[in-house]
């Protein structure tokens, strides 16, 4: 998978939002966070995730979207579970997916990172599809933009411990490891 110079994938279906501005200048992207989401939470395959990352949620479709009125957020891509991949925002440009956060030290983890939202929920595992085109888009990211490596790619709960629980006790980092590995 080819990421252009401005940080747009290719082959990957394209939904440009408007939520997201530009990364503060001079700053290096170093950090691959991953996270879950499902709107309603739990289920899947529904379109409220997309019209949420595009700002287009009817927050009246759910009592649990009450939270949701205004919320500006954003990933830069959303792996379903059939493994199609969205992209939302090109990768050099700062998408809105961590909030309060900080890595090593450096807060502020949306200026330095990329967000990859997998469709899922803490405790529901997610599917050999995900972990596949993970791995896949993962290792183009890290061919991209060489300052994050394995070592670099994280929760969104090591960000912002004690706020965030995402991608959970179902995500099994060490096949994800081992994918990604093996696409060296």
Not at 50 to 56: K, S, V
Not at 58 to 64: E, G, K, Q
Not at 140 to 168: F, L, W
């Amino acid at each position: 998978m080819q990421i252009d110079s401005s940080g747009v994938a290719a082959n990957i279906t394209q939904r440009p939002c408007t939520h997201f501005d530009e990364r503060p200048e001079n700053t290096d992207i170093s950090l691959l966070v991953i996270h879950n989401i499902s709107l309603p939470t739990g289920q899947f395959g529904t379109e409220y995730v997309d019209a949420l990352f595009m700002g287009e949620i009817d927050c009246n479709a759910h009592p649990s979207f009450c939270d949701l009125n205004g919320l500006r957020v954003s990933a830069h891509c959303f792996i379903k579970r059939t493994g199609e991949i969205i992209q939302y925002v090109p990768f050099n440009k700062r998408a809105w997916h961590a909030g309060q956060s900080e890595y090593e030290g450096q807060s502020a983890c949306n200026n330095f990172s990329i967000g990859i939202e997998l469709e899922g929920t803490d405790t529901t595992p997610y599917s050999l599809a995900q972990y596949e085109v993970l791995a896949t888009l993962s290792k183009s990211i890290i061919q991209r933009y060489p300052k994050i490596t394995p070592s670099r790619i994280v929760g969104h709960c090591d960000i912002a411990p004690g706020r965030k629980t995402d991608p959970g006790i179902s995500f099994n980092w060490p096949l994800f490891f081992n994918m990604l590995e093996q696409l060296s």
